[in-house]
């Protein structure tokens, strides 16, 4: 569809998503490559291209586009999220800090919080590190509660006797 529309754009963003879900980045790669010589200042074409060089684990070259596409839109808390990952695979905690701070409304299962603590403990704030592990824990084990509470009501029982 996306070659037979002409390359249009929002046929190509939508193309890349549905790669995404399959985990085929090398194609999505492709895709956006072309789309960015088309667009090279769009913030979710950066986004994305910075999401696909992570998975296919260049953090380096993935930094440099999702700085690019923070610079066109800074509330993008996804982009903050994958930047501070990149920034972690290079081992640069410092600079993972503040994005991790930024994408920490995301978080719904401690993930982000916990990686907040050890990007603390790497970069000698232990205090801060300690404080952000004890909120992990109560996320982790509120996110477990939860789990195991919708685990109980989809459970399939046999009905009883008659």
């Given at each position: 569809a996306y070659d037979l529309s002409g390359k249009n754009p929002a046929i190509g963003r939508q193309l890349v998503l549905a790669l995404f879900q399959v985990q085929d980045f090398t194609e999505a790669r492709h895709v956006l490559e072309a789309m960015l010589k088309q667009s090279p200042d769009a913030a979710d074409l950066?986004?994305?291209?910075g999401f696909t060089l992570l998975s296919l684990k260049q953090p380096k070259e993935a930094a440099r586009y999702l700085e690019i596409s923070l610079k066109r839109d800074p509330e993008n808390l996804a982009a903050h999220s994958t930047?501070?990952?990149?920034?972690?695979?290079m081992?640069?905690?410092?600079?993972?800090?503040?994005?991790?701070k930024a994408a920490l409304?995301?978080?719904r299962d401690g993930s982000l919080h916990y990686q907040l603590a050890r990007a603390y403990?790497?970069?000698?704030q232990p205090e801060l590190a300690r404080a952000m592990l004890q909120q992990y824990q109560q996320m982790h084990n509120a996110h477990q509660e939860e789990q195991q509470t919708l685990q109980k009501e989809v459970q399939i029982t046999a009905p009883g006797p008659g």
């Open positions: 950066n986004y994305m291209y930047l501070a990952q990149a920034y972690l695979a081992g640069e905690s410092k600079l993972a800090i503040p994005h991790l409304p995301t978080d403990q790497a970069s000698g």
